[in-house]
């Protein structure tokens, strides 16, 4: 996929130098409402630029200067006809069911989908009429006879999946949804526009989180749509307006900042991870890498040919305390830790994010799913720790130690060979730091000269 002069467009599409000053950044317009020059006469419609959408400033949830520089860049990247930007990916996809969702329709959603969209559909809409499936998506197969058995307002699409980071046939299953007079709705989040454009495949629809790889700082929280259709994209609009989903004028700002170096972070990111993948697959106390990247991912040829990249990398490890080498168990555990699917905010550059694989989210409509308690990394015991010979691992394996200190340990020769377990003391307990801390100082004010 070619995608020529996309750093480009990510620093000035919607970025025109600001009129008024020449500013070649985009200003926060920190405002709610406009003057206007009569009554009925807003200013700043029409043009080329964001405002040719509406007919002037009136307010600030309605259309925000700001807000509709993101959203211009946002359409520019993705190839889309109109972008709309929330005040979180959940709102963007609420306003979309709300527009295209009556009552008995029918929704088609991913079998290990993400849990804030299953809890979205199965919660709220299902409660407004709106029945959905669970499908996996990445089987078209499996699609055309779920459509077959019920039609479909629309086919709900995550590729790569949030966490278990499965791939789905765009093209194919945007054939099987205009066949069925279906809209195929892409969640982009985890690939991002930089390494895949649904559009140009064939989606109706584009939603992002731009909390995860578009922001990409850990500060901010957003969301958006992008359209194929303007049609469509103006009743979206509408429902924005009605709903006050929209996100703020500083939340705009600190998404543009982060697009602005989109390029570079995702080139960096799929770099890092293929050497995650590559260190992970290859070691004994890792049960399974999910990775598209690795040829041994279902997803793996068709992720080759819609992706630029393949994005994030996922693990799951094994749960027995057996033997291990010192040196690359560590390694491995921490850099997994640190760089496996995010938990909440994937692509962001926080290293305390990205901690265990899964979402913390409900539970999820497939058996592979759910809160992925399996997907965690080993358990912590006396086998796992850095200072550990590898000829103590396997006798501390057998015992399976994990007392506390002082406590004694039912094993053979376990107290020889792990290190103890030690509780941290209260800061002001006796004994702890401080404790001695405070008794020092007192012994000194007491022995000084002239105190007796």
Known sequence: MSIDGFETLAIHA???????????????????????????APRGGGGTGPGRWIEGY????????????????????????????FASGMAAEDCLLRTVCQPSDHVLIPHDAYGGTYRLIDKVFRNWGVTYRPVPVSDPSAVRSALQDKPARAIWVETPTNPLLSIADITALADLAHEAGALLVVDNTFASPY???PLALGADVVVHSTTKYVGGHSDVVGGALVLADAGLAEKLAFTQNATGA??????????????RTLGVRMDRHCENALRVADMLAAHPKVAEVFYPGLASHPGHEVAAKQMRGFGPVGWRGGRGCGAVQPDPAVHARRVARRRGVADRAPGTDDPRVGRRLGTGGPARPGPAVGRHRDLRGPARGPAHR???????????????????????????????????????????????????????????????????
């Open 14 to 40: 919607g970025q025109e130098p600001d009129p008024a000053t020449g500013a070649v950044v985009p200003p926060i317009y920190q405002v709610s409402t406009y003057k206007q020059d009569a009554v009925g």
């Open 386 to 452: 850095p200072g550990l010979t590898p000829a103590a691992a396997p006798a501390a394996a057998t015992t399976g130690c994990r007392r506390r200190w002082r406590s004694g340990c039912p094993g053979s020769g376990c107290l020889a060979t792990c290190p103890p377990i030690r509780r941290p003391r209260c800061s002001t307990s006796p004994g702890s730091w401080r404790w001695h801390s405070a008794r020092s100082h007192r012994r000194r004010a007491w022995m000084r000269p002239g105190r007796h």
């Open 246 to 259: 929209a996100g703020g004028p500083f939340d705009a700002w600190l998404t543009l900042r982060g697009i």
């Open 58 to 85: 009136e307010y600030s949830r309605t259309a925000n200067p700001t807000r509709g520089a993101l959203e211009e860049c946002l359409a520019a990247l993705e190839g889309g006809a109109r972008a709309l930007a």
């Open 195 to 197: 390494l895949q454009q």
